[in-house]
């Protein structure tokens, strides 16, 4: 899928953590701001489900799904691309973010689908939560933009009463990912 003057294409942005004040959903939702212009070639959406989604099991996986989970799987299917952006906990994945990734197995919409990670941890952290990502991402048959893939390091203090990235390195080099993800999608 690639955006066009007429249709944009459409990125689902999905925060590992369930955190209120967490870096990693403030540095989605300044990507968000970037994107969405009348005439911008890239329409973002936020994906705010994650703590709504129930504890995967297998014997679940079948139609008639969990609301929650075919909502998910709706929005992944809608996406021309999927940017995720996690923090790490206890030296992998958050729970509540591997249970998302267990929810797209099944339903084999993560399959061809391109995808990029945003880290924003300190350098020298998250790099085990980027590498579980970047291998479940793998299992689950994305195509990962590897030039959109990216460490851009926030601070805590560089979030603004808006929720908002304000470091003035980190809006350039979102917009960088943003180009990288479409020049994807326009060369595909």
């Not at 070639?41 to 936020?46: C, G, I, K, S, T």
């Not at 705010?48 to 996986?61: E, I, R, T």
């Not at 998910?72 to 299917?77: F, G, K, V, Y």
Request: glycine share 10%.
């Amino acid at each position: 899928m690639t955006g066009t003057m007429t249709e944009p294409v459409r990125i689902l942005l999905v925060s590992g953590s369930t955190r209120s004040g967490s870096t990693n959903t403030a540095a989605l939702r300044t990507v968000l701001s970037l994107t969405n212009r009348p005439s911008g070639p890239v329409r973002a959406v936020l994906y705010q489900g994650l703590s709504l989604l129930p504890a995967f099991n297998p014997d679940d996986d079948h139609e008639p799904l969990p609301s929650e989970v075919t909502k998910l799987r709706e929005q992944i299917a809608a996406a021309g691309a999927v940017l995720f952006c996690t923090p790490e906990y206890a030296g992998s994945l958050p729970g509540s973010f591997k249970n998302l990734l267990d929810w797209t197995v099944g339903g084999g919409e993560m399959y061809g689908k391109p995808a990029a990670w945003i880290n924003v941890a300190p350098e020298g952290r998250g790099d085990a939560a980027q590498a579980a990502l970047t291998g479940v991402l793998g299992y689950v048959g994305a195509t990962l933009i590897e030039p959109a893939c990216r460490r851009i390091q926030v601070d805590r203090s560089a979030i603004g009463p808006d929720g908002l990235v304000v470091s003035p390195a980190f809006r350039p080099a979102a917009t960088q990912v943003l180009q990288a993800i479409l020049s994807h999608l326009n060369n595909t």
